[in-house]
DNA sequence: GTTGCATATTCAACAAATTGAATATAGGCT
DNA sequence: AGCCTATATTCAATTTGTTGAATATGCAAC
């Protein structure tokens, strides 16, 4: 049960919507948090039927209304009492890795063509994330320091991605 | 509900028990696949119920009885299926990055505690996958064949706890 | 002699995640 | 006018996964 705890520690990082934090999901953290749209927007509302979490309504012109949340004492409380705690073992879930496990059973050509596609997914997400680095590099104090940690994790899913492209690249050539 | 291909697509390479497919996957594919072996015995009762697994009970002296399961033809073809269609995207679940992202948070020794300890655990991995690999490489024809998809599977395992190793590393440099 | 480990499996209650539908504003495209 | 995309959120049914207990054999250590 930590999804309320990756939410929380992205919001004490940096308050923000439901949809602002589903972007941050996918495009920041995806190389350690997984989570659906649904899955986040049903545990905000269970954060702050809690009240770990409070919510401001903006009122936006052009786009529908949006509301904030930010995290509260209490929240803040249950992260650091969870922070104390061992952290459970990671879990990953990778179908094309099963795929080409059993990849004799399957048809060499689409074999490829997936990897292809995976290796260009995860080409597009490396650069994702080269570009955040540089961004969170180039801050000024006291930000740097507030994105010290944050950027120290993104740089484990950069050294991911590449170890990723280059086993790609490796197994494109080794299957062909 | 990949997790039935994930046990089709390793019983597929080598028949064995619910024990054994444990040890498999936690020791073997750890980097692609998480389970429990609650959820991998209630799997293979689920496979065997619907004739994509077939077992017979094994009697042993000294040791408990066993039931070794085997793909069927019709669970070749669940498979063969399954293969066919695009792969789901990865999910990953990693507490431990959460906790460094929040680590302004927490206890900095803890930290450093809890890191140093999932850097020896990565290494005790990458070690295990290292002597699979040499196993793997040193297969005479025609298993070598057989395992070469498997084997090119664990050099991503290897190449992912390489890249956590040294992170790991910097990590704890950059920290203290 | 009983505690602990490795082997081997099952069940049930509960929590979490997935799938799929639904709703609403507004700009751009054909 | 109709369609697509981006923004923004909610709900419910179903499937998966987790937690915790239970059972059983036999070897080794203390």
């Not at 049960?1 to 923000?16: Q, T, V």
């Not at 949809?19 to 545990?43: C, G, M, T």
């Not at 919510?55 to 930010?70: A, L, T």
């Not at 094309?96 to 059973?105: E, F, M, N, P, R």
């Amino acid at each position: 049960m930590s999804l309320r705890h990756a939410i929380l520690a992205m919001l004490d990082i940096e308050k923000g919507s439901g949809y602002d934090l589903v972007k941050r999901f996918d495009q920041s953290v995806s190389y350690f948090w997984a989570a659906s749209y649904q899955q986040i927007y049903r545990e905000l509302q269970k954060l702050e039927s809690e009240a770990l979490l409070e919510s401001e309504e903006v009122i936006q012109q052009g786009k529908p209304d949006k509301k904030i949340y930010e995290v509260t004492p209490d929240g803040i409380n249950e992260l650091q009492k969870w922070l104390e705690k061992p952290a459970k073992a990671m879990k990953i879930k990778e179908p094309l890795l099963i795929k080409i496990y059993a990849g004799d059973l399957a048809d060499t050509a689409l074999l490829i063509e997936e990897i292809c596609q995976h290796k260009a997914a995860h080409s597009v997400r490396l650069q994702q994330y080269q570009e955040m680095s540089e961004l969170l590099i180039n801050l000024e104090q006291p930000l740097r320091s507030k994105y010290f940690l944050p950027h120290q994790t993104l740089k484990l899913g950069i050294k991911i991605e590449e170890a990723w492209l280059e086993w790609a690249e490796e197994t494109l050539e080794a299957i062909t």
